[in-house]
């Protein structure tokens, strides 16, 4: 027997609740007043009567009376010549209103939520079925379905009091909720000292290198370093790697094996392998798109995919790399770049993660050999760097190429410590980067 369809649970008599709590509730309107839109009511007179005592509320910082609300039903009507039966439709939602008896608050807070994010759902598909058609039209459709999940979104929240919760700021920011941590770790110690622990949560983090010096093997290592932590992580790979590529270094680094033994399935890998699948405490998804055409439109669109699925909002996103997404209409790479990154930072913001990108340069070359790549090099990706809110480069000679050795240069740290130096050991058969030493030149002939 097929199962029996779920009918529409927001019926008039919700709605008018709803309404009554919104104008007779001072607290309730505070709370949810940009959750319930006017336009969310499915009659039109009950739209009208929220909208006007909503405006009532704004003007005069109380909720309206009855008579009060009558008066500006009057007032609106006149001035918007209204005719005479939907005057007196209204004014009858008015004492419905106020006959109506109060729900209780808590118990209804969550349902209003869920209320207003199914009526800006359906309001969306209408747009939705026309927007799809065209490839413009199709980032416009996902924002609209963002939005209407968004609703709602801090609700009842007033933000943080200081001076009242000044002694539980270091508890705040250790926050324990489930995938949450204030700071992703790198892995490499020197590093999260000068740094407090990591990149933090809603930061751009780039690296930057010259073709063949290790920056997507860095990123793969920012997402090992991350899942070791049990931070839920995402990684995007746009171009040269696929998913398979990357899943091989992924398990070359995290079991200590070669991606050699990753590929023969050597049975120590495999045995390291099944201990990581069976302890199952930790998260990675990794996802390939074409080069020049995804956009951050189609990765916002996937982690709410993750997220309705599976139940999981990412703690750290990698992308490898930008500069392969689908340029925006602009007067030049140099803008376009600059809003591909504005709108991975809404993306991260929104998610409330940390983000690791990667970033090709071109037309740079060492002087000597300590010099280190830094912003001021790199003229064709100012845009970018200065968008990100932290700047790494990865430098090699070739001396160090052939010893293992690399050093790691923090440019640019929007919240704390910049301009230090991170030797580096580096195993490109295992995917491994680690804290080292310098290249000791006393042993070179």
Partial sequence: MPAEKETYGYSEEFQVSIAALLLREPTFIRDYGDVVDPTYFDHPSLTS????????????????????????????CTS????????????????KVYKQKLLDTNAVRERVVRFGQRQAMRQGLVQIAELVETDSGFDRAVDIIEGALRVGYNANELGLSFIESITEIPKLA??????????????????DDQTNGG?????????????GQGKSQYLVNMGAAAVEHG?????????????????????????????????????IFLRRAAKIKEAAESYLRIKYYDPGFVTVAHIKAYLSKIYSV???????????????????????????????Y??????????????WTASQVHRWFPRHKNDVLTRNNIADSAKKVHKADGLVSINQTWDEANAGKARLWCDKNRRGSQFFLVPLDVDWGSSMIKEGSLLDDSKED
């Fill in 199 to 211: 990149i933090g949560r809603g930061e751009i983090w780039t690296v930057l290198g010259q073709s």
């Fill in 231 to 267: 931070i839920p992580t995402v990684h995007i790979t746009v171009g040269d790697l696929d998913e398979e590529d990357v899943g091989i270094r992924y398990a070359a680094n995290l079991t200590k094996c070669s991606a050699f033994d990753v590929i023969k399935e050597d049975p």
């Fill in 310 to 340: 599976e139940g999981i909002r990412p703690g750290l996103l990698i992308l490898d790399y930008p500069d392969e997404f689908k340029k925006p209409k602009s007067n030049s790479d140099y803008e376009a770049m600059g809003e591909i």
């Fill in 80 to 95: 918007y010549r209204v005719p005479k039966d939907d005057i007196e439709d209204i004014l009858s939602k008015v004492d």
């Fill in 174 to 191: 250790r926050r324990e909720d489930r995938g949450f941590v204030h700071k992703i770790p790198t892995g490499l110690k020197k590093f």
């Fill in 49 to 76: 009567l929220v909208r006007i005592g909503k405006d009532c509320f704004d003007k005069h910082g109380e909720v309206p009376s009855k008579s009060l609300l009558v008066e500006e039903v009057r007032d609106f």
């Fill in 342 to 355: 504005s709108q991975i930072k809404a993306l991260i913001n929104q998610y409330n993660c940390a983000c």
